[in-house]
């Protein structure tokens, strides 16, 4: 059974950092294209960022240059690295796996809840 | 980027209602397009993709269409666990746009 599991999410300043990740067993990450989404309170889905299985990484323009996707192979988990945070990121981030080309993100995490505010 | 837009933003069915929502996508997504379930507190749940393509374990009271670039997801039969928010997502390229939901509730 696929599981996908979030953590590292809290609270956080604006302008401080966080280290988002998503474990994952019974699905080898390294394989399929993993993402990462967001939904701010009680608004609608953002897609956030992909990490293709080429390891070639795509951002939405919202998070550019503040946001870095990777994986870890050997631990079998991906990573979201959320620098220079804006009280814009709060949201409940979730990690979904697209299984290759053509299909939906068809597992999805619970969800790590991240919170910018002073 | 690819301007998804969702309709209606609320609908209100009664059980064994069929219910039909509508996206549109500002350009041509060719089939790139999945339809997403969530329940309030959860993750949301993938029912179709590549516009009619059922995934695995979803009932098959959910349809998707498509005509062009208007894409259409249906639903046979509402059942109570069907009340919940429904968006659209194209995948055709990035940045990957989602529509702004539709809340399927209680008539």
């Known amino acids: 059974e696929v599981q996908l599991v979030e953590s590292g999410g809290g609270l956080v300043q604006p302008g401080g950092s966080l280290r988002l990740s998503c474990a994952a067993s019974?699905?080898?990450?390294?394989?399929?294209?993993m993402s990462w989404f967001r939904q701010a309170p009680g608004k609608g889905l953002e897609w956030v960022s992909t990490?293709?299985?080429?390891?070639?990484?795509f951002y939405a323009d919202s998070v550019k240059g503040r946001f870095i996707i990777s994986r870890d192979s050997f631990r079998n988990t991906l990573f979201l690295q959320m620098n220079s945070l804006r009280a814009e990121d709060t949201a409940i981030y979730y990690c979904?796996?697209?299984?290759?080309?053509?299909?939906?993100?068809?597992?999805w995490g619970q969800g790590t809840l991240v919170a910018v505010s002073s | 980027d690819i301007q998804m837009t969702q309709s209606p933003s609320i609908l209100s069915a009664s059980v064994g209602d069929r219910v039909t929502i509508t996206c549109r996508a500002g350009?041509?997504?060719?089939?790139?397009l999945a339809w997403y379930q969530q329940r309030p507190g959860r993750a949301p749940k993938l029912l179709l993709y590549?516009?009619?393509t059922l995934e695995s374990g979803v009932p098959s009271r959910f349809s998707g269409g498509e005509s062009g670039t208007e894409f259409t997801l249906t639903i046979n039969g509402l059942q109570p666990d069907d009340f919940a928010t429904y968006y659209c997502?194209?995948?055709?390229?990035?940045?990957?746009?989602f529509g702004q939901g539709t809340k399927v509730e209680i008539k």
């Open positions: 990490l293709i299985s080429t390891d070639e990484p």
């Open positions: 979904a796996r697209k299984i290759g080309y053509g299909y939906g993100s068809d597992y």
């Open positions: 350009q041509s997504i060719s089939s790139w």
């Open positions: 019974g699905v080898t990450l390294s394989r399929h294209d």
């Open positions: 997502q194209q995948y055709n390229a990035y940045p990957w746009t």
């Open positions: 590549k516009a009619s």
